[in-house]
């Protein structure tokens, strides 16, 4: 492909240059030249090294997924002029202000002024023909003899991760429609920008570019492999500083990756089994700093976690497991304890209150395990980060809710394992009692703050949408580490009310409580339910990812929660 050139642009600068050969997808192994690599061999046995291919794809549609296609990266940092800069596609985030003219209609923006000087005016004749403005969601392509410019939009101010993890897959995204092998990236101005925030800018670009290029083939009998080679961050610096942010965000990408991949999955390929021996392979592969325990049906019957093991009863042929991961490192200073408790139903038919009709998503419901695929991408991102001064413990009662005649019915009553009963007037609202032991054991492990995720409720989405998560807690101080943590990883949520007069819409004439209330406020009331099998000693957070778990445009999952549980883990460690 021909090379772009771009000689006369600022005098002085500096990039970050990520090589991108496709691989596969495995422990990421470090270099003195910060390099990278990942890769997923496909399996179909419990001796096998991974786990999310087929399992079950022998005796239902026979499906065999290819192997996963994640770039091998490797990093550097190097100061050079960005005038000198050489390859086939220049991204350019610009807000609206660096967008402004003159009265000659020329840029006053330094770099575009000179960009557009060396392009003979194309740039900014083309900005004016398709009215770019530099407005949050706008791109405009010129292909050039030499290779692609994209300027892309930041909206009136680029102040958030979100700004510059869209740029990243904004250029990504051309950089797979040109094929390009070689691209960089610039802000046309890093006025106002601390230190702190050009690390953190370089990072979300990274961040973006990395989750962009992706792609999930695996179900795909053809596909194309990305042509992207290389990435530079220009202009945002050098040093360990910086290195050690691309790095993690490397890591957690890592993390969001296998989420993806885990929720894409259908239901005759990620089951139960499937999720437990995903489990014992994060552990296998981080096994100094992270140990696993799967307990089966009847293992999970002697501790008496009847709620649990009533959704799981119709799913003979795909049988219950409780996964817990736990992290922690070898040093002796002392650990904050914490859980992650995701839920883990594999396929949710709604059971005897089928799923029904176009609006139900009953073809969907392979994604009600987001919140055990963020928690096993959480574990996955945080075995290659080893915090100190924190130990984490990974939670899922994996499952599938289906029918047959062992099933849980309407009307039945069923004891969780602290002894509380409930009246199941719902079988669709079966996570929540899955979740119901997870909290129980996550508080008998002695920690002193959970957060669950749950694509608990459609209620949850009326009320927010499809991209923000609703955060339930009684704790302020909790809410405000969370709502800190996700803004820091560039993801949504809002913080809900936890109404306690709703509470009186689930009591039961005959139990302790139903499983679910009239219908008005049905996300508050599942919040509601939840906090009754939590100790009132431990701070806890419930997310209702349910939203933005699936993107509906893109049709794949987002591995959301995986960013927000790796940084706030991180600042919880002591």
Known sequence: MATLRVSSLLASSSYYSLQCNPSVFTKCQSSPRWAFSFSVTPLCSRRSKRIVHCIAGDTLGLTRPNESDVPKISIGAKDTDVVQWQGDLLAIGATENDLARDENSKFKNPLLQQLDSKLNGLLSAASSEEDFSGKSGQSINLRLPGGRITLVGLGSSASSPTSYHSLGEAAAAAAKSAQARNIAVSLASTDGLSAESKINSASAIATGVMLGIFEDNRFRSESKTPALESLDILGLGTGPEIESKIKYAEHVCAGVILGRELVNAPANIVTPGVLAEEAKKIASTYSDVITVNILDAEQCKELKMGAYLSVAAAATENPPYFIHLCFKTNSRERKRKIALVGKGLTFDSGGYNLKTGAGSKIELMKYDMGGAAAVLGAAKALGEIRPFGVEVHFIVAAC???????GMRPGDIVTASNG?????????AEGRLTLADALIYACNQGVEKIIDLATLTGAIVI?????VAGAFTPSDDLAREVVVAAEASGEKLWRMPMEESYWKSMKSGVAD??????????????????KQFVDEKVQWLHLDIAGPVWSDEKKNATGYGVSTLVEWVLRNAL
């Open 463 to 467: 009320a927010l949408g499809p991209s």
């Open 400 to 406: 599938e809710n289906m029918i047959s005649g062992a």
């Open 513 to 530: 409580m139903i499983n679910t209330g009239p219908g008005d406020g049905g996300a508050i009331t599942g919040a509601l339910f939840l």
């Open 420 to 428: 509380k009963t409930i009246e199941v007037n719902n079988t669709d």
